[in-house]
């Protein structure tokens, strides 16, 4: 084969221009837009404002503004409809009156710079030394009134500085009653999870206790790590409580500082409301909280819970037949089918549900055989073909303690068995091979299972369901969290406890909105996740036009700009108008 038969074809994607017009209000605005196929889909890849048709028309007989001399794009979209949502609450407000004056030098207060640091959060995250720029690219400073020059890094720390933690807690506190207030908020039922974050705080930097080696959920474990807790509405997953801790404390230790810093919070809400005594509330949790001290704990709480307990911890529940379970609600649930019993659980007799998902036992399946196993089963392969060789110079401890860390996992451990024969390094071989009866025993057993407790008696079957299932919305919160491109906790770029903290009090504070707009697009008909609101709030730009004049200053023209029949509804469901350029 030649070396030009080799290389691999180019496909050209060639430029397709047209002139697009783009309707804001009754007036239309037309671009030239270029589009081209990028990844096998046509997109937008340049577009270049043209004006009015009236404004055309005037160019084209020498007359009016005619084409602008340069042109500018500054987002604006999200970062309105978050301050919307933040002036709406007064979060700034809240923040002021419990931290005090701003200080005679600062640009603005504190208030508003913490607020600021959770927009971008939400919006855009970066460093706050990248703040300045970030912000004039975007059109805040004209409706918010903050110009960049005021918002160096050294202010935003400053801000941080003027909060004390005591103040820190009321503000959340009273941030958190506001929100419910003003979405009318079912707090009878709420989620509690936590997890942890990777920092890069160097190992010798001793004025951050909070960040310590643990058991990383990111598998990081090479880094200082930051715990959080969080307690979220079941409608909506709106945070309501948050707590951070040290990372090498175990999630359960800290179960019961968060079970009461939630009845605290939830009372005054009831109190502030006048809605429901606090003991109706429902506390959510998954089974890595639990323990008997937890337990006792919370029913000294007097609140209801609603937990599980690992399948494998019940092998008198798993191993009954499929016709003792019953299907519970086919048109809420589909296939599930469950089982309603009592029994001894954590140091005290409890109602116990056996739910079976059909869909969860098939995806089980799918990822226990075509991953788990299935890289298990590789690894081993490996280690055979390498010891078939004769190439190993380790000792048979070595190697047995390489197969046990291969099937350490316990549903591995079940289905795969294996035989090292030989002593010396030369001598050994691997034997392996998965056990079908064992793998059987195994999906028949656990696959598709889940074992829940509870304390509501009289509730039916179903709403404990659908109670425990709003855990998910706190698993969305930490994963959101997680996503590097919105409500992100990273760059994280502080190194004191006290930083991190109010760094952390930002993270979930712009969490919060992320919800709260996506509650308030799903109540006016538009039910789509965070990240697809931000990309379509995103979208909605504003256009600044540039005539230069003879002498003195470019005149400026302002234009929002928005595509699609979702952008244009969301502008009106966050009341953008109100931020949008005067003509």
């Known amino acids: 084969m030649s070396v030009l038969a080799r290389l691999r074809p180019i496909v050209y994607y060639p430029y397709m221009a047209s002139i697009a017009g783009k309707k804001r209000g009754g ?137 004390t933690m005591e103040q820190l807690a009321e503000i959340s506190r009273r941030i958190a009653l506001r929100v419910v207030a003003m979405f009318g908020l079912d707090c009878s039922s709420v989620a509690l999870d936590m997890t942890n974050f990777a920092t890069f705080i160097d190992t010798g930097k001793g004025k951050a206790p909070i960040a310590q080696r643990g058991k990383a959920k990111q598998q990081r474990s090479d880094l200082r790590l930051i715990g959080l807790g969080l307690v979220v509405t079941r409608d909506g997953g709106i945070p309501l409580a948050w707590h951070a801790y040290p990372g090498d404390k175990p999630d359960v230790t800290q179960f019961p500082a968060m079970v009461d810093q939630l009845r605290g919070q939830y009372e005054a809400i009831c109190a502030a409301a006048a809605t429901v005594p606090a003991a109706d509330m429902t506390v959510v949790f998954d089974a890595g909280q639990n323990s008997e001290a937890n337990f006792a704990h919370l029913a000294g709480t007097n609140l209801h819970y609603i937990g599980s307990v690992p399948a494998s911890d019940c092998p008198d529940l798993t191993a009954l037949p499929a016709s003792a379970r019953t299907v519970v609600d086919e048109q809420r649930f589909g296939g599930l089918t469950v089982y309603d019993t009592r029994r001894v659980v954590y140091g005290a007799e409890r109602r116990t549900i056996l739910t079976h998902s059909p869909e969860l036992h098939q995806s089980q399946a799918r990822g226990f055989d075509g991953t788990t196993l299935a890289k298990a089963g590789r690894k081993l392969g490996e280690l055979a073909a390498t010891l078939a060789r004769g190439k190993t110079r380790r000792p048979r401890e070595k190697v047995e303690a390489e197969i046990t860390a291969i099937t350490h996992k316990p549903w591995v451990r079940r289905v795969i068995t294996w035989q090292l024969s030989g002593d010396k390094p030369r001598d050994m071989r691997l034997a392996w091979g998965i056990d079908p009866g064992a793998r059987a025993a195994l999906e028949e057993e656990l696959f598709g299972k889940h074992v829940l407790i509870t304390s509501h008696d009289a509730w039916p079957a179903t709403e404990v369901i659908a109670g ?43 969490l919060q909105l992320a919800h709260l707009i996506r509650l308030k697009a799903r109540r006016a008909g538009l039910d789509l996740s965070v990240r697809e609101l931000l990309g379509e709030l995103t979208a909605i730009g504003e256009t600044v036009l540039l005539y230069q004049a003879e002498r003195g200053r470019p005149r400026a023209h302002r234009i929002l700009t928005s595509t699609t029949p979702a952008q244009d509804k969301l502008s009106e469901i966050f009341g953008l108008a109100r931020y949008a350029p005067r003509r």
Not at 96 to 102: F, I, L, Q
């Open 27 to 163: 007036a239309t605005y037309y671009y030239l837009v270029e589009s081209a196929r990028v990844g096998g889909k046509p997109r937008i890849v340049s577009q270049e404002y043209l004006g009015t048709a009236e404004e055309l028309a005037a160019a084209m007989r020498g007359g009016g503004l005619g084409l602008p001399d340069r042109t500018q794009h500054r987002d604006f979209g999200a970062v309105a409809a978050t301050w919307g949502l933040l002036e709406d609450l007064g979060v700034a407000g809240i923040i002021d009156e419990v931290a005090g004056a701003r200080r005679s030098d600062a640009g603005a207060s504190t208030g508003t710079y913490l607020v600021l640091a959770a927009l971008n959060r939400l919006a855009d995250p970066c460093s706050k030394r990248r703040f300045a720029d970030w912000w004039a690219k975007t059109a805040a400073p004209r409706f918010t009134r903050v110009p960049a020059s005021v918002l160096d890094h050294r202010r935003f720390w400053d801000a941080m500085h003027a909060v």
């Open 468 to 510: 425990y299932r709003s855990q998910s919305e706190t698993e969305f919160s930490f994963r959101q969290l997680k996503d590097p491109h919105a409500v992100s906790f990273s760059p994280m770029h502080h190194w004191t406890e006290h930083n991190i903290r109010v760094h952390v009090f930002t993270c979930v504070l712009a």
